[in-house]
């Protein structure tokens, strides 16, 4: 096998950081919409793709120690240019850098995928010449060409300027701060045009009147259609990366292209968020430069302990690409091959699966040898699933579900990373705070699943201990099997109350009197369940999944917004006065019944038939 790259050195400059929305309200836009980067960072008027990719690389060489005259190749991996084609952007970074006339520099346009794929070009590169050294500079100033008083260009509104360097070196000796081992890539050439500058090239040189030449535009795709598309190339691309190499990654680098799209690629990876690097809120999208920001806070926590996915991608084409740690390094053999195409984490190999299925999301606990005790890893698995309920208009329903001789035991108390969720650092010292910082991050996902505006459902098939209990006292639906049971046996076996919900929740479902009988830990069969209120239905076993699939493709049917209204009345009603429910009630009927989704159900009714699956015309997207 060909030796890996290594890293010797990384370099960035980029400019002060400003608050997305600001800039944005300053330039007359609305954005209580926007769910992106919370910062932006612009280039000042003197500040070019040439200066600060230069600076980017002088600091990478000092930071690897190398001089300039050292090396063989400088490949730069952006899309901006201070001239247009003809002018060489990389060969105006090696004469700022004073670089050996020896040297060569190549210039490659594939937007944020350039840090990856020129990581190729530069082992392929010191590969046939024998080894040596070389620099990759991603510089971008593409700010301005973000119109941000346009909400229909609201992705772009965090894409920022800025520059990073690698210096890499092959045979040259030395300890790296990681070898990249290479990468596995994925087209999709109908996508491409998706992001758009029209103007300035041979089919339309001049912009029309009033027309900015340098304007970004994006295609009218609708946008499930993209987020679709772009995760069966990311899928195709890490499925060929693991069966390459054999390994699945214990961290993740990626470009921060959106919130949603990190979320996307922690999905794709198994891995929970505490094991991927975000830096969009600090620094926004700074295209290929992301892969290497996201390099140098690995490197910085001393973190480049394991396998490190990079993820990549233009509109057109997509990346995995793997880095190691140094082969003299204490974490060299921290981590072990896996079966090949198997993408899942290797803390937790098997704890949850997630399906999507016409609008259902259903997380299923999996981790029956533990009887799906809870552990970090799930928790941070579900909070990704309710963020997706609550962001993706083609998610409408939720359903918990387990499979396994428990719906789950309850807490894991043996996980080492559930300590901190305890109160308990890793030296073993307890802090209250800590522990109440704990509860309170589980709370907020809790009330995070009450308050989405869609329906949450419960299917708990045999035993559902402690925590799975809480987290059903959370859901708007909670349906046994026959033969499945409820308890929390916190008092009894752990000497604490049940402080996630099982106290507040549950009695505010059953009452005190009930709320009692399972808070001193008696554990009550699914019949009585179904008498004292905690659950809704009881199906027979043999057919329990097949009931709860058919009632939430029921929920999934019901028309969206009159739905999500429905669930927030209610949920006021029991919180309020009569007077006050009955106010909401009055106002949310005015605005439902002007609603397109009513009218197109108005109209079919009195035509006796019903739109095409009784949802909104959204649901095709």
């Not at 992705?155 to 520059?163: E, I, P, V």
């Not at 009218?220 to 990311?234: I, K, L, M, Q």
């Not at 990373?417 to 907020?444: M, Q």
């Not at 046994?480 to 604490?496: D, K, Q, T």
């Amino acid at each position: 096998m060909t030796p890996g790259l290594d890293v010797l050195g990384v370099g960035l400059d980029i400019p002060p950081a400003t608050d997305t929305r600001e800039l944005c309200r300053l330039a007359g836009a609305d954005t209580s919409e926007f769910r992106g980067w919370d910062h932006v960072c612009i280039a000042r008027e003197d500040e070019h793709p040439s200066t600060m990719g230069a600076a980017a690389l002088r600091s990478a060489l000092d930071d690897a120690g190398i001089a300039a005259g050292d090396l063989g190749i400088v490949v730069s991996a952006g899309m901006s240019r201070d001239y247009l084609p003809s002018w060489s952007l990389s060969t105006e970074i090696m004469k700022a850098a004073e670089t050996r006339p020896g040297a060569l520099g190549i210039d490659l346009t594939l937007g944020c995928l350039g840090t990856l794929a020129a990581l190729n070009v530069a082992h392929g590169w010191l590969t046939v010449a024998g080894g040596g050294y070389a620099a990759i500079v991603t510089a971008e100033r593409w700010a301005y060409t973000v119109d941000r008083s346009d909400t229909a260009r609201m992705t772009l509104w965090a894409h920022s300027d800025g520059a990073g360097a690698l210096v890499v070196g092959l045979g040259t000796g030395g300890t790296p701060l990681g070898v990249y081992q290479g990468a596995e890539f994925v087209s999709a050439p109908e996508m491409n045009g998706r992001v758009l500058i029209k103007y300035g090239g041979t089919r339309y040189p001049v912009a029309p009147p009033g027309v900015s030449a340098s304007q970004r535009t994006l295609s009218a795709s609708p946008r499930a259609t993209v987020r679709d598309r772009y995760r069966e190339c990311y899928e195709a691309a890490l499925t060929a990366l693991t069966k390459r190499f054999g390994v699945v990654p214990a961290r993740l680098i990626c470009n921060q292209i959106t919130p949603g799209t990190v979320r996307m690629l922690t999905r794709l990876t198994g891995l929970p968020p505490s094991s991927v690097v975000v830096s969009g809120h600090e620094v926004g999208h700074i295209g290929p430069a992301d892969v290497i920001v996201g390099i140098d806070r690995l490197r910085r926590a001393g973190q480049v302990d394991g396998p490190v996915a990079v993820a990549a991608s233009t509109p057109y084409s997509f990346g995995f690409g793997l880095i190691t740690p140094p082969a003299s390094g204490p974490a060299a053999t921290s981590y072990t091959t896996a079966s090949l195409g198997d993408t899942r984490s290797m803390t937790e190999p098997s704890s949850f699966r997630r399906t999507e299925d016409n609008g259902v999301l259903t997380f299923t606990l999996t981790r029956d040898a533990k009887l799906n005790a809870v552990s970090p890893v799930m928790i941070d698995g579900l909070r990704a699933a309710v963020d997706d309920l609550g962001d993706r208009d083609d998610l409408r329903v939720l359903v918990i579900a387990a499979e396994g001789r428990y719906f789950t035991a309850g807490i894991d108390l043996r996980d080492s990373g559930a300590g901190g969720r305890r109160g308990y650092a890793p030296d073993g010292s307890f802090s209250p705070r800590r522990l109440r910082r704990g509860y309170r991050s589980f709370h907020l996902l809790m009330d995070e699943l009450e308050a989405i505006e869609k329906p949450s459902v419960l299917a708990a098939h045999a035993r559902c201990l402690g925590v799975g209990l809480e987290i059903g006292a959370s859901c708007d639906f909670r349906l046994a099997a026959e033969g499945a049971s409820f308890a929390l046996p916190e008092l009894p076996n752990l000497g604490v109350i049940p402080g996630s919900g099982g106290i507040s929740r549950v009695t505010r479902l059953v009452g005190p009197h009930w709320g009692k009988w399972l808070a001193f830990g008696e554990e009550v069969s699914a019949e009585l369940a179904l008498t004292m209120g905690l659950v809704h239905a009881v199906y027979p076993a043999e057919s329990f999944r097949e009931r709860v699939a058919a009632f939430a493709r029921k929920l999934a049917a019901l028309p969206t917004e009159a739905a999500g209204v429905t669930k927030t009345a209610v949920d006021i009603a029991a919180s309020v006065d009569r007077g006050t429910a009955r106010d909401f009630d009055r106002y949310a009927n005015t605005l439902l019944l002007t609603s397109d989704e009513h009218q197109a159900m108005l109209g079919a009714f009195k035509n006796r038939k019903r739109p095409a699956g009784g949802a909104s015309q959204d649901r095709a997207e």
